[in-house]
């Protein structure tokens, strides 16, 4: 039994979203694009970072986040 195969939500001809219209969404909605480094940093750094996530409930990365931005700000003055 050959039928036509049907995607439920989508219309023929409705073009795929452009990047650029995911792009200025996440701009519009206040979402900064985030981007991947990688760092070695000493053992006792990462525990210190760890720590002081769980003390605060946070995250180790909103943590650094917190943290370079602050330190951004207190040298641009």
Do not use: C, N
């Not at 996440?26 to 991947?36: A, N």
């Amino acid at each position: 039994m050959k039928g036509k195969f049907d995607i439920p939500g989508r219309t023929p001809g409705h073009a795929d979203p452009s990047p650029m219209d995911a792009a200025m969404d996440r701009f519009v909605s206040g979402i900064e694009p985030m981007t991947t480094m990688t760092v070695q940093i000493p053992e006792r750094l990462k525990h210190a970072l760890k720590q002081a996530a769980l003390d605060r409930k946070t995250t180790v990365k909103a943590l650094l986040i917190e943290l370079i931005e602050g330190h951004l700000a207190a040298i641009k003055q």
